[in-house]
């Protein structure tokens, strides 16, 4: 069966074997670079239509159906259209900053890619610390974010980059501990290990109710994270028109908007592995004819299916809940999320130490 | 008990929330509630009320003869100065002189669409229109003659 | 009260040491802004997050109807008012040919009062449907503002039907109402309360239980009922505050004293109350159309009037119920065909008075609450 | 309250008060010094006139001024008469108070201190009707431009540019 694995073993074995290491190695980093920028633009696009599918779908109306079958080509050619749009820079805005935020929060989008793993060895850089690094490298974009809202000279966009700055600082402690949960039961940072755990159960069944509750806590908080409603308080667009990216135009804005669309792809990408268990397939106890149909299904569709719910998920948030006011937002998170994740993980930690899980 | 209403509290608050996710996830569910009418391409079937006011026109019959003769009661009933009427003078068999249309000047651009002068019109001469798109490149193309070129007064309308 | 709050400002400033420039942050927001809808300009002063002071700027769509009218004659002054309160069309010209039958002391047969009634009531459930769906998008829901207009929808196509168009119907004339009734008019108006009926609970689903929505819209924006009735706050604003206000049930005109309704009063005066009386209201409307629309009595639809009406001399006042508060008409005649002056008491304008006061110390996102519950139209305001 | 009940206690309160009984309620006049007072009084004593609903002017140019027989013209430069709309939300009844002013100079107390939803209404006659009231907290245009010129509700305004004469 061809699988990515095999794929990517021999490009590489090739690249090997024609070059000499370092030329190999450079040649393997532009192949892995070109592929993480189409990799951006083909899920901007897709996850842009899809939002826009669903929304339409829930809304009683039909969506975009114009341009192309069905409307699939709608994303591509409002992106033309941003691209051909004039990128203004307002005056006394901060000139450098301005025009280096939508960068920022692109490569931080960019970076946490690196430890995801999208199909069976199919992996960028499987690092022994992958959880730490993806957590970390997370909450830089809130300085683009920052950067944005201060440098555009503009007073929604600095409340604006506030709150976004208040809300991302306290929702990664729960993210985070809600990741954690998961560490402990694994007992591994790095992603591939995690996955294996998984083998014969994803954890979100194996741990008991606490990883159900992680889990829950998990969405919570990565959906404020990446600004989505109903904690898109950073551009509450009733509020403060457009929040931290009021003053963008043209392909600037369009770096944000993308950027907003790829963390969400990246948290639940996140969420799927640790808790869907990535891309192994669903293997239910000892169903041995049943796990073995689902093992026929790609490990790539797995993981691919696995993180489209999840982006479903947050999106079916999105077009129904109404927004949280910014005082709620902290004390959502302060006096719940965090109290109950602190509790859960304590729950989980009992039950990794007993062996209490499948 | 501070405990046990902390966590019915986060229960009643789960609890509305999956509510109105289940609304919305119900209608994502049935896409034949959707009631988008996609205009323009539904033109053939959309069928306008007969009392939809869209613009003021003059009937004209297979003779191109009308009902108007210019006695401005229109003009008068009209909030807007949207018509004006130009009168002439026609001479009757008799030899009398008489007072007849000569143009029927509506401008479009200023009617607001309220049917006082349809209302006022003593001969039934004017009539609201279905048509509704009204869109035109220039504006001085709203500026419309309603009375046809070489149409008269039908005989017996006084 | 301005100088008021600059003492809270010099106040804050000595306990905070900070300097003047540094305290305070003004914000516009309007005359182009998502959740004003319309051309309201608010510029708000804020600390953090929190509110201030808000000072309204008004005029961007003054069209000075009021000075329209006194070149405009009694038929044709009524069209005109449609053009204020855009969202209760019906409602206002409704005030104005009451106003001018108060002074022609003019008899309306009653077919003609059941028409109006029904119209009325038409006009304030399509109103609040629209007030339910901005009022939500306000607080980021996108979704209910689509369900809302589906309902809007039909009520605007019985309104085109009958009416000749959708939203500034002009279906009024001082005696009566311009045709008769469609014959598909009780047809449609009955399917449409069965449509509504199976809808409004999910209302209720979508927004009124959701614990974020109540957490957004309780305790904010409260006003008092000395302060309501002192603002001169009617209709569901008032009401929400616990001022019995429904002109209506006060002052009946046509057919209401023998319709059977309830007058939805709320004591809490926040923005949960308000939004809890219009959706009442919603039901309440409902229930008036179902007690009259099997009742339409047989007649005429329009008393004989003169071709040139001519009011006499002296002062009239009408009042109606709109679905924003209590609308006045108040004209002088000196005995001609035009008014000599006319003054519209437009409910918004007193509503609105009342935002400063109602949102000093919320945060600003609770302004959109405010404002959603206080369902402003600007050209109602503006005039 | 009844007419003649309210009338008692307006005169017991205001002996020079006039009355007019033409209309539908019972309006009162008052002169422009006493209004303050009267004002108070109205809103905090028997009457209990919690609810100003409506409150507006009506202009009279000297040449309407000398044919109505509503407001008499003393001065012979036109009038300007406020018009205050009252109801009692403990009793229920109607009350119109107005007030004449000299049109070339019209000042009248602020009554936004009573009630407060005369703030706005004031500061809209302020605007298009030029009457100043006193001691109001805050007395700007309102809808037009701080620097507009000349008060367009007033009859004898003219704008060349904007109006359209039918």
Redesign the interface.
């Known amino acids: 069966m061809l699988s990515l694995e095999t794929i990517t073993n021999s490009i590489q074995q090739w690249l090997y074997s024609t070059f000499n290491p370092t030329m190999a190695l450079i040649l393997e980093c532009v192949i892995v670079m070109l592929l993480v920028i189409g990799l951006f633009a083909v899920l901007g696009l897709v996850l842009v239509l899809m939002e826009r599918k669903?929304?339409a779908?829930?809304?009683?109306?039909?969506g975009p159906n114009r341009v192309g079958p069905k409307g699939i080509l709608q994303t591509a050619a409002d992106t033309l259209k941003l691209m051909m749009k004039e990128g203004l820079t307002p005056n006394g805005a901060d000139k450098f900053l301005f025009n280096l935020a939508p960068f920022m929060v692109m490569i931080a989008a960019m970076l946490i890619l690196a430890p995801i793993a999208f199909a069976k060895g199919f992996q960028i850089w499987d690092i022994n610390i992958g959880v730490l690094y993806v957590s970390a490298v997370s909450s830089m974009s809130v300085i683009g974010i920052l950067m944005a809202g201060w440098a555009s000279n503009n007073?929604?966009s600095l409340?604006g980059a506030m709150?976004s700055g208040a809300q991302i600082v306290s929702y990664e402690l729960s993210a985070g501990l809600s990741i954690i949960s998961i560490v402990v039961l694994t007992g591994s940072l790095q992603i591939s290990a995690i996955i294996h755990s998984q083998q014969s159960g994803w954890w979100l069944f194996r741990g008991h109710i606490p990883a159900m509750i992680a889990f829950v806590i998990f969405i919570i908080a990565v959906t404020a994270e990446t600004n989505r409603?109903?904690f898109?308080?950073a551009e509450?667009?009733?509020?403060?028109?457009a929040g931290f990216h009021t003053e963008y135009s043209g392909m600037k804005f369009a770096l944000f908007f993308l950027a907003e669309y790829i963390n969400i792809f990246i948290v639940c990408a996140i969420g799927a592995t640790l808790f869907l268990g990535g891309w192994m397939p669903l293997h239910i106890g000892n169903w041995e004819g049943f796990n073995h149909i689902m093992d026929k299904i790609p490990s790539s569709l797995w993981f691919l299916g696995k993180t489209f719910l999840l982006i479903f998920l947050i999106m079916?948030?999105r077009?129904?809940?109404?927004?949280?006011?910014?005082?709620?937002l902290l004390s959502l998170e302060w006096k719940?999320l965090l109290p109950?994740s602190m509790f859960n993980l304590l729950l989980i930690t009992l039950i990794a130490i007993m062996g209490w899980h499948f | 008990m501070f405990l046990k209403e902390y966590i019915l509290n986060?229960y009643r608050a789960v609890a509305s929330?999956l509510k109105?996710?289940k609304?919305?996830?119900r209608?994502?569910l049935r896409?034949r509630?959707?009631?988008?009418q996609?205009y323009p391409d539904n033109r053939a079937q959309m069928k306008l009320p007969e009392r939809f006011r869209g613009e003021v026109v003059m009937s004209h019959d297979e003779n191109n003869e009308h009902a108007c003769t210019g006695c401005t009661a229109c003009e008068l009933a009209c909030p807007n100065g949207t018509i004006k009427i130009i009168t002439k003078f026609d001479v009757t068999p008799e030899g009398k002189k008489k007072k007849a249309l000569d143009t029927f000047v509506y401008h479009l651009e200023l009617c607001t669409m309220c049917n006082l002068c349809v209302e006022a019109c003593p001969t039934s001469a004017i009539k609201m229109a279905q048509t509704f798109e009204h869109s035109v490149y220039d504006r001085s193309r709203l500026l419309k003659k309603l009375n046809q070129p070489g149409s008269k007064l039908r005989a017996g309308v006084e | 009260m301005y100088r008021e709050t600059q003492i809270i400002e010099t106040d804050n400033i000595a306990a905070a040491g900070a300097d003047a420039a540094g305290a305070a942050?003004v914000?516009n927001v309007g005359p182009q802004?998502?959740?004003t809808h319309g051309v309201l300009h608010l510029v708000i002063t804020l600390e953090g997050?929190t509110i201030k002071k808000i000072e309204p700027h008004l005029g961007y769509i003054h069209r000075s109807i009021e000075k329209m009218c006194e070149s405009l004659s009694y038929r044709q002054f009524i069209y005109v008012t449609s053009r204020m309160d855009y969202l209760s069309a019906h409602i206002n010209n409704h005030a104005c040919a009451l106003c001018i039958e108060k002074g022609l002391q003019l008899e309306i047969p009653g077919r003609a009062q059941v028409i109006r009634v029904l119209m009325d009531e038409l006009t304030r459930i399509a109103s609040h449907e629209l007030w339910w769906g901005a009022m939500?998008?306000?607080?980021?829901?996108?979704?209910p503002?689509?369900?809302a207009f589906?309902e809007r929808e039909s009520i605007n196509d019985i309104m085109e039907e009958t009416c000749g168009a959708r939203l500034t119907m002009n279906y009024m004339v001082p005696g009566g109402v311009m045709y008769d009734l469609h014959p598909n008019f009780q047809k449609r108006v009955k399917s449409f309360i069965q449509l509504f009926n199976s809808k409004i609970d999910e209302y209720d689903d979508?927004?009124t239980g959701?614990i974020?929505?109540q957490?957004?819209t309780k305790g904010v924006g409260v006003l008092s009922r000395e302060d309501a009735i002192s603002f001169g706050c009617t209709g569901p604003v008032g009401r929400a505050s616990g001022v019995t206000c429904d002109i209506r049930k006060l002052y009946p005109y046509e057919v209401y004293d023998k319709v059977d309704f309830d007058e939805i009063i709320e004591t809490a005066g926040d923005s949960y109350a308000r939004y809890q009386v219009r959706l009442k209201e919603l039901r309440q409307s409902v229930r008036i159309i179902e007690q009259l629309i099997d009742n339409i009595p047989e007649g005429d639809f329009q008393a004989k009037t003169k071709a040139v009406l001519k009011l006499p001399k002296g002062e009239f006042y009408s009042r109606v119920e709109t679905a924003r508060g209590e609308m006045g008409v108040y004209i002088v005649s000196e005995g001609g065909t035009t008014p000599y002056r006319i003054k519209f008491r437009s409910p918004g304008f007193s509503n609105l008075s009342a935002l400063d006061h109602m949102s000093r110390g919320s945060?600003?996102?609770?302004?959109?609450a405010i404002m959603g519950t206080l369902d402003l139209v600007i050209p109602d305001i503006d005039r | 309250m009844t007419r003649e009940a309210m009338k008692e206690h307006i005169t017991r309160f205001l002996p020079d008060a006039l009355f007019e009984e033409s209309g539908e309620w019972l309006n009162v006049y008052v002169s422009a010094s006493a209004w303050k007072g009267f004002a108070q009084w109205l809103r905090n004593e028997a009457l209990q006139m919690d609810y100003l609903f409506c409150l507006t002017c009506v202009d009279w140019p000297p040449t309407a001024a000398a044919k109505t027989q509503a407001p008499p013209d003393t001065s012979g430069g036109g009038l300007l008469t406020m018009v205050y709309h009252f109801t009692s939300t403990v009793f229920r009844h109607t009350l119109v108070v107005k007030i004449k002013l000299n049109r070339n100079n019209p000042e009248i107390e602020t009554v936004s201190d009573t009630w407060r939803t005369a703030e706005f209404h004031e500061r809209e006659v302020f605007d298009l009707f030029g009457v100043r009231f006193l001691h109001h907290p805050d007395l700007r245009r309102l809808v037009l431009t701080d620097d507009f010129e000349g008060y367009p509700l007033r009859k004898d305004f003219e704008d060349p540019v904007n109006m359209i004469k039918l």
């Open positions: 669903v929304a779908r829930m809304q009683i109306r039909l007073k929604y409340l709150r409603a109903p898109d308080l509450a667009e009733s509020e403060l028109t079916w948030f077009w129904t809940f109404p927004r949280l006011r910014v005082d709620q719940y109950i | 986060i929330l109105g996710m609304t919305t996830g209608y994502f896409p509630e959707i009631i988008t996609q | 942050l914000i802004h998502p959740a997050e939500a998008m306000d607080l980021g829901a996108f979704t503002f689509f369900y589906r979508l927004v959701n974020i929505f957490n957004r945060k600003i996102g609770d302004l959109m």
